[in-house]
Structure formats: structure tokens, C-alpha cells
């Protein structure tokens, strides 16, 4: 893992000088969290996971979103695959709270400029921190990174 000290800065620079990294014209991205079903729910979109043929069906509300996030952190799980860590605001996590506690064994969709990039199945009530593990391809980390720390620039 780099140290901190050595990426800092070029994050700095990639925040200060979006051009550089080719952010400049680029919005924001966006980030939802939705439950899904492996089933088709009518007036739920299908969608697909990563990794996978089968289709998901994503429900149109998001429970949570974006601006529910306070901090993102990333690193490997126990198996060297990227994980993600989401500290939420006070209202994400009573959001959280809620949606996880009454859908427990069900999935829920992270959503990522309209595509799926994860869709866990709830396996305990979560509140401010969420940690997720999966297959995250660099792309979809840097983007998820931008979600939250571009949001806050705003």
C-alpha cells in the first residue's frame, strides 16, 4: 500500500487541476445505493452486476445516495481484492439503518453513474460505517472517489 505521504499530493493536484486528469468537463459522478431483486419487480429497472450474466432488477428509488457519504476509504480484504470503506453523514446512517434492518437477506444495488458496480446482499443491519468487498475494477474506485470527494467541492 503507498504511503499516505506520497499520495496525498497527487490527489491535491488531481482536485486542483481537473484538466491534468481530463475532469475538467466532467460532472461529478453519481452514486446510489437501491435495493434489487433477482426476480423482475414491475416498474423496476433491469440491470446487470459485474461478473455476471444474469440480470438484477433495481429499484427507480434510491434509499440512499452521494450526498449520504461523509469520507471513502479504500483497501484489500483479506484475499487482496479492493475494498471499500463509506463513513456516512448522521442522516445516512440512520437512512442506512433503516433501509438494511427491514431488508436483511435481500440485495442492495451501490449504483455508480446508472450502472451496478456492486449488489451485496444485506447480511446484517449496518449503520455509519459500510464496508464493501467485491471485484471493483480501478476504474469504478476512482469514480466512486470522485462521487463523494467532487460532491464536497461543489
Known amino acids: 500500500m503507498p504511503h499516505p505521504a506520497r499520495v496525498l499530493p ?5 482536485l486542483l487541476f481537473p484538466t491534468a486528469v481530463g475532469w475538467a468537463d466532467d460532472p ?5 445505493f437501491r435495493l434489487a431483486e433477482d426476480t423482475e419487480t414491475p416498474g423496476w429497472e433491469q440491470m446487470t452486476e459485474p461478473g455476471s450474466e444474469k440480470p438484477i432488477f433495481v429499484s427507480p428509488k434510491a434509499s440512499l445516495n452521494g450526498t449520504h457519504v461523509e469520507k471513502v476509504s479504500f483497501y484489500k480484504d483479506g484475499r487482496g481484492n479492493p475494498s471499500i470503506g463509506l463513513t ?14 427491514r431488508n436483511l437477506g435481500k440485495k442492495l444495488a451501490i449504483v455508480l453513474d446508472g450502472e451496478v458496480v456492486s449488489a451485496p446482499t444485506v447480511r446484517s443491519t449496518v449503520a455509519k460505517e459500510v464496508q464493501i468487498t467485491g471485484r471493483f475494477g480501478k476504474e469504478d474506485l476512482l469514480k466512486l472517489f470522485r462521487a463523494v470527494v467532487l460532491r464536497e467541492l461543489e
Not at 10 to 14: D, M, Q, V, Y
Not at 28 to 32: H, I, K, N
Not at 88 to 101: F, I, N, Q, R
Open 88 to 101: 456516512l453523514t448522521d442522516d445516512g446512517a440512520k437512512l442506512m439503518e433503516a433501509t438494511t434492518s
Open 10 to 14: 497527487l490527489i491535491a493536484f488531481a
Open 28 to 32: 461529478a459522478p453519481t452514486l446510489e
